[in-house]
């Protein structure tokens, strides 16, 4: 039974809280469109609250980060809206952006601070983390989502060009992680959003934007295993939504425009980074698939294979690839040892003891890692 719209007006709780509403559901085909408006309450008694938490949001100025922003400081974050105000290649910056989704969330009776420090480098990534911790004296959420995208045949990228891309997705995450997990691992607590993307899958001109987000889809399983043990749970986000960088790509497509614009609002995917980003999550190391009213999963499988009795040739391994190839009875492996350990099972060697890497404490010789903040 698909409800009405309603219209939604802002205006803060008694306890000076704001939440942010979703719509009510369109038919299928309608797209939900409208814009972003607030409302007491929002989410019933079990609403996913953020009280005495502090987020950072990178890229937060504009898109999708901007909806993260907001939706968290609804739900009672601190949050720091970072964006060095760059163009969708990653060229210029203005101090703009940040500023003005700071001033939204306040208006709407939020509290925000601004950062445009770019996350591509250290310094800014750590000049970041400083604003957060000095600020309010904790960090417990970090959600990684600046970005930027340049998609052309690989022979008609730039070295320049290709290294701004890796710099921004793989550089900027791990610049974020790298500065937050010392303050996280204090605090035995954190909850890091990363953002991937459907460009994982392939396809023209993506390379070297997929490669970034591969590095990130990396990054989110092994730094889930890194901060198991400490509070700490990392995931990422894939999402699907209509902003400035998905609307360039689509090149004037105007039935595509109205489609991702009509049915992919990017205030959708904020319900999944909260979700990510909440002390509840249940998961680590997994990416969520956020695609307008649609949230599934996106995962590494790995098929059961063909076991032989002689060592495999090219030769039997080309005349039973079908077999090898066959994706029925997948395994989603949840780290490395356990995909060991599925290798070792299917080799009839189950029990053994799989490869376990325990690098959790400094090695003797090790330098100890920079946590300057
Ligand atoms: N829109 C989609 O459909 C889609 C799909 C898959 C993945 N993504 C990813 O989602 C994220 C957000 O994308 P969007 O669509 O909202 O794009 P957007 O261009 O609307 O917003 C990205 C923001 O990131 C900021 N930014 C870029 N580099 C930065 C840096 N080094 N430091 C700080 N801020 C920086 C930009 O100034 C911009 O405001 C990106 O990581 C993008 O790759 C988007």
């Known amino acids: 039974m698909w409800e009405r719209s309603e219209a939604l007006v802002a205006c803060a709780d008694a306890s000076g809280r704001f939440a942010r509403s979703l719509p009510a559901a369109a038919p299928p085909g309608q797209g939900v469109g409208g814009s972003l408006a607030f409302r007491e309450g929002g989410g019933g008694v079990d609403e996913m609250r953020f009280e005495d938490r502090v987020a950072v949001v990178t890229g937060a100025g504009r898109g999708l980060g901007r909806e993260y922003a907001l939706f968290l400081a609804a739900r009672g974050a601190r949050v720091v809206v970072n964006d060095v105000g760059t163009g969708i290649d990653g060229c210029g910056e203005s101090p703009s952006p940040a500023h003005a989704v700071v001033e939204e969330i306040r208006q709407l009776g939020g509290t925000a601070v601004a950062d445009v420090h770019d996350v591509s480098t250290t310094p800014g990534a750590r000049a970041l983390t400083r604003a957060a911790v000095e600020r309010w004296g904790r960090l417990d959420v970090l959600v990684n989502n600046a970005g930027i995208s340049i998609l052309r045949p690989l022979t008609e990228l730039s070295e320049d060009e290709c290294r701004r891309v890796l710099d921004t997705h793989v550089g900027g995450t791990l610049n974020m992680a790298r500065a937050v997990w010392p303050h996280m691992l204090a605090s035995r607590y954190g909850r890091i959003v990363n953002t991937c993307s459907d460009a994982l899958f392939g396809d023209n001109g993506l390379s070297v934007y997929a490669a970034g987000k591969g590095g990130v889809l990396g990054l989110t399983t092994s730094l889930a295993a890194e901060g198991a043990a400490h509070g700490i749970k990392v995931n990422a986000v894939v999402p699907i939504a209509a902003t400035r960088m998905s609307l360039e790509a689509l090149q004037d497509d105007e039935p595509m425009t109205a489609l991702l614009t009509d049915l992919f609002p990017a205030r959708l995917v904020a319900s999944v980074v909260a979700l990510l980003a909440h002390e509840s999550v249940p998961c680590t190391g997994e990416l969520l698939h ?28 080309r005349d039973r690839l079908c077999e090898v190839r066959e994706t029925e009875g997948f395994r989603t492996p949840s780290s490395l040892s356990a995909s060991m350990a599925f290798s070792l099972e299917q080799l009839g060697a189950g029990g053994a003891e799989p490869l376990a890497l325990d690098l959790s404490s400094p090695a003797p010789g090790r330098a100890e890692p920079d946590t300057q903040g």
């Open 290 to 317: 956020a695609a307008g009213r649609r949230v599934g999963r996106i995962f590494l499988g790995a098929t059961e294979g063909v076991l032989w009795k002689e060592d495999p040739t090219p030769e039997s391994i």
